[in-house]
């Protein structure tokens, strides 16, 4: 179709992995399978708007950041259109403007990757759907038949952009990665956990507490790139495998004491590799090992079923059902808040996935 402009905004959440991917072969295809609760505050607001441009040479489009230009964005983006370009034929006959903002701070050392690529993904996705009559591009995704071809390819593109991004445009529950006991899952996008989840996890929560803003020192890509001839590498993918494998039943059956345990090791781990590859790198601050310390010893004292996960930087997750809500919130106020940078934190929950607004 030959249309002039027009624009697309679309909202996406960023996600919590329970079980880590860490570690990618080419064209961002994890080496083993992850699992993540897609999170509901902690969002990317983008507006994409597109002209037609005179010529098909090189890629235009400027980015803004609550308004205000960020060239600084552009390098990441460049790259993300020339490995999406394949897929998304119009890119290069127009120009893009590119305006995002999101719901917590952007130095907050929250990754904003997920949300950011999920979001930036849905609104080329609304623009090719406008573009192309017909659905033929959606064919570039194996095994995508059927009426999930928009959700398949968004994720499919955001994986391009950053691995985890494909984790966000669905809820509450996402498994990326090829595993034999999850039907449907793809190494090439996320797919909506696809079985009985019991009521425990219903509106479960995650406060994320900010230990350090600073930019991370060494980043995830080059994380990953670690795992190539590192020691304990194929290990760790088996175990990825079997935890994913268990997790099943665990969510299955409400198990949260297995789930704590798995969830935990996983963050652990997670740091673990990070500890053990070469050249090696730690994370984690020492308020993070202190916040870990106070929520094992809540958890002796009170029976609580709170449990820790971290990302690949030093802010810890605390994950908690949702009957506990007022005792932890008030735990995490009175005993928690004193390791935060600045006393901030952010409340998040369960949520489901990416809108278009
Ligand atoms: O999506 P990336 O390449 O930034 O990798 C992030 C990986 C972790 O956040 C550390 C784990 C995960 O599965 O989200």
Known sequence: KNIESGQFTWESPSNIALIKYWGKRKNQIPENPSISFTLSNCKTIT???FSKKQNNEGFSFEVFLNAEKKDDFKPKIETFFKRVEAYLPFLKGYHFKIETSNTFPHSSGIASSASGMSALALCLMS????????????????????????TKKASFLARLGSGSACRSLEGDLVVWGAHEAIEGSSDLF??????????????????ILLVDKGEKQVSSTVGHNLMHGHPFAQERFKQADANLSEMVSILKEGDLDRFIEIVESEALTLHAMMMTSMPYFILMKPNTLEIINKIWAYRKQTGSK???????GANVHVLYPENELSSVLEF???????????GQYICDV????????
């Open 127 to 150: 623009i090719e759907k406008e573009l192309v009559d017909s659905n033929v591009t959606l064919s570039a995704v194996e095994g995508s038949h059927n009426d999930s071809n928009f």
């Open 306 to 312: 709170i449990c820790f996960t971290l990302d690949a």
């Open 350 to 357: 369960i949520g489901l996935g990416a809108n278009k607004l």
């Open 332 to 342: 995490i106020k009175t005993e928690l808040v004193a390791y935060c940078q600045n």
């Open 47 to 49: 507006t994409v708007g």
């Open 190 to 207: 996320g797919v909506k956990y696809p079985y009985e989840v019991h009521h425990s996890f219903k509106n479960y929560q995650d406060t």
